[in-house]
């Protein structure tokens, strides 16, 4: 069964940096391609960013470009979300997803909330 | 471009059918197969439905169908069901910005 468990949210003032961690287990991670994808409080769905197997192709979203930046560990089997210069439109609920021939995001976690507000 | 356009709703009673339309352009659902829809009940994740316009997962039952004519894709959920009240997004792959997802339809049992 194919678990992914987010952590690392939580309340960050503007400016402020924040990294998101999601194990993941019951499939081959170094072989799957990764991503982020975040939810504004009763918005619709935003992709933020992803990360081929190997971890050496990454992509960003132009509004997030230069302030995160995803990575992998795949010896820990994790997945990262590193974000610096926080701003307010970036509160939101981050998803992390095991993608599929990177054209879909095939699973999902449960997600973690990040609240920017001073 | 921000956003693949849904309805922002659709409705239907028990046992009929509603279809929902994604409209792109040909940067991302006019050009790819890459179309996939997702389902999220409330207070939950999401949950792929559809994924490379037509193809349902294992598990998700046959009610639901994709489709695809252009720019816009479509999906149908036929035989309507209490539990199929939900948002429902698209998503596709996107020349210009890599993923791009749709703006969300709730569908409402009536």
């Known amino acids: 069964e194919v678990q992914l468990l987010e952590s690392g949210g939580g309340l960050v003032q503007p400016g402020g940096s924040l990294r998101l961690s999601c194990a993941a287990s019951?499939?081959?991670?170094?072989?799957?391609?990764m991503g982020w994808v975040r939810q504004a409080p009763g918005k619709g769905l935003e992709w933020v960013s992803s990360?081929?197997?190997?971890?050496?192709?990454?992509y960003h979203a132009d509004s997030v470009k230069g302030r995160f930046a995803i990575s992998r560990d795949n010896a820990k089997n994790t997945l990262y979300l590193q974000m610096n210069s926080l701003r307010a439109e970036d509160t939101a609920v981050y998803y992390c997803?095991?993608?599929?021939?990177?054209?879909?995001?095939?699973?999902w976690g449960q997600g973690a909330l990040v609240t920017v507000s001073s | 471009q921000s956003a693949l356009t849904q309805p922002p709703s659709v409705s239907g009673s028990p046992g009929q059918s509603v279809t929902i339309s994604c409209t792109g352009t040909?940067?991302?659902?006019?050009?790819?197969?890459?179309v996939s829809w997702y389902h999220q009940a409330p207070g939950t994740a999401p949950k792929l439905i559809i994924y490379?316009?037509?193809n349902r997962p294992s598990g998700v039952p046959d009610r639901f169908s994709g489709s695809k004519s252009g720019n816009t894709a479509s999906l149908t959920i036929s035989g309507l069901q209490t539990e199929d009240e939900a948002d429902y997004y698209c998503?596709?792959?996107?020349?210009?910005?890599?993923?791009?997802f749709g703006t969300g339809t709730k569908v409402t049992v009536l």
């Open positions: 990360i081929s197997g190997s971890g050496s192709n990454t």
């Open positions: 490379e316009v037509s």
């Open positions: 997803s095991k993608m599929a021939s990177p054209n879909y995001f095939q699973f």
């Open positions: 019951g499939f081959s991670f170094s072989s799957s391609p």
């Open positions: 998503s596709s792959y996107s020349s210009v910005t890599t993923y791009v």
């Open positions: 040909s940067s991302d659902v006019g050009s790819y197969n890459r």
